[in-house]
């Protein structure tokens, strides 16, 4: 995950904004914010600095949270639902 992620600062982002639309992981998690997903990528994906797909999707989603524009979530939770499935978390 990009380092942008883990040191930007939070407070001046619309963090509570919902995802364009819910994303299932499998186990029956859902994420419905682009806060459940910056929980998820913390947690999951903290370490992982080879894959351009998470990568991109951490850029977008610090997009997402900064502008809170409904094109910005989509392309997020887009991008997300693709970095979900090539780390196979989700169908």
Known sequence: MPASIASCDYGKMSWDAKLSRP???????????????????????ANITHSPTIAHAGELLLVAAQTGEPADIEAATDQVERALMSQRLIG
């Open 23 to 45: 994303l299932t992981l499998k186990g029956g998690k859902r994420l419905k914010t682009l806060s459940d997903v910056r929980g998820l990528f913390l947690d999951r994906f």
